[in-house]
């Protein structure tokens, strides 16, 4: 087996991870589950970092890539979505701490 061949699988995740709509899709549907249930603090940090990951693939898409650590690979893609969505779920934390200290 030689490595210029790819599986249909691979190809169709690459090029769903590498369009806008997904992420927006994503996004869509995490703020949806935010909605539901309020009490989790995973739900709108991956809302929110699936939007900027949006963001990110649009101007990707158009040509122009203001990002210099955004290359068209779904590996950094989801590397930048999960770290992205860690740090938006250490600051809704901090914030959520801050604001039940003052009631």
Known sequence: MTGDTQNPLSLALTLWLMTPVFWIVIAILFLGL???NRRLVL???VTISSLIIAVMM???SNGWTPFP???PGPALTMAIWVV???LASGI???VRRKVSRRR
């Open 58 to 60: 649009q101007s990707i």
């Open 69 to 71: 650590f955004m290359t």
């Open 34 to 36: 935010e909605l539901i």
């Open 92 to 94: 809704c934390l901090m």
């Open 84 to 86: 992205l969505a860690l």
């Open 43 to 45: 739900f709108l940090p």
